[in-house]
């Protein structure tokens, strides 16, 4: 079996809300997490993130979590992909999964942080494409910790 060196990450950015948000960065700190985690060789990645209203992220959120509310991320990776890949075996092309973000609830949490709606976008960005990627921080301990370096690590990194 002969190794593919591959040819790109692709980000595909999705707005289904009237809200205004900055596009290139949310698809910059995608790119960064998953060049990092994945590799710069590997590529023929594809993402997409959606940006959302309220009403659209509390149904997902209540069907898939079973959490009746509005969040600021969910993450859904194509059903197999991490398995598929846990050896480092990639295909010519392969869908990752989808990042969905309510715009409006990171607008939210941003102003009761006192962060600006970049910092707060940023960090849903890094946060989601990280479950993307299989890290969870839902059951505490080592897992969170993980996660949550790899956020710092991600946030504090020079784009």
């Known amino acids: 079996m002969t190794t593919r060196v591959l040819e790109m990450i692709n980000v595909e950015i999705a707005n289904g809300t009237r809200k205004d948000f900055n596009s290139r960065l949310a698809k910059t700190y995608a790119l960064k997490v998953l060049e990092g985690e994945l590799g ?16 659209k992220i509390r149904e997902l959120n209540k069907k898939w979590r079973k959490t ?53 976008l940023s960090w849903v960005v890094v946060h989601g494409a990280l479950h993307l990627l299989g890290y969870d921080h839902e059951h505490g301990g080592k897992d969170a910790l993980t996660m949550r370096k790899k956020e710092e690590f991600y946030l504090g990194s020079k784009i």
């Open 68 to 120: 009746d509310c509005v969040t600021d991320v969910l993450s859904f990776t194509e059903e197999d992909f991490l398995k598929r890949h846990s050896g480092g075996n990639l295909l010519e092309h392969e869908f990752l999964g989808e990042i969905i973000i309510c715009p409006a609830q990171v607008a939210k949490d941003a102003k009761e942080l006192q962060k600006t709606l970049n910092q707060e």
């Open 40 to 55: 710069r060789g590997a590529k023929d990645i594809e993402v997409s993130v959606a940006f959302v209203g309220p009403s």
